[in-house]
């Protein structure tokens, strides 16, 4: 197969408004989707992020008291 490299020419007053003459979304991306979480799925990250912090607390507290830091 033969490759030629001959330029391309196009009428760029038939495209429409933001059309483009190459991959759609190469360059200029479509709106992103932000992905929407359910109230109730937000309230489980929101007590497992309470959960994750209150035991990182008590456990640096624990390691502290080991160390003989009075607490």
């Known amino acids: 197969m033969k490759r030629t490299t001959e ?3 196009h009428d760029t007053e038939t495209l429409p408004p933001g059309g483009y ?3 759609p979304g190469a360059i ?3 709106p992103r989707r ?3 979480l359910a109230g109730w799925q937000r309230l ?3 007590v497992a992020a309470c959960l994750a912090v209150s035991g990182l607390i008590g456990f640096v507290a624990r390691v502290l008291q080991a160390k003989g830091w009075p607490l």
């Open 28 to 30: 200029d991306s479509g």
């Open 44 to 46: 489980v990250l929101d």
């Open 21 to 23: 003459y190459f991959a």
């Open 34 to 36: 932000s992905k929407r």
């Open 7 to 9: 330029p391309c020419q």
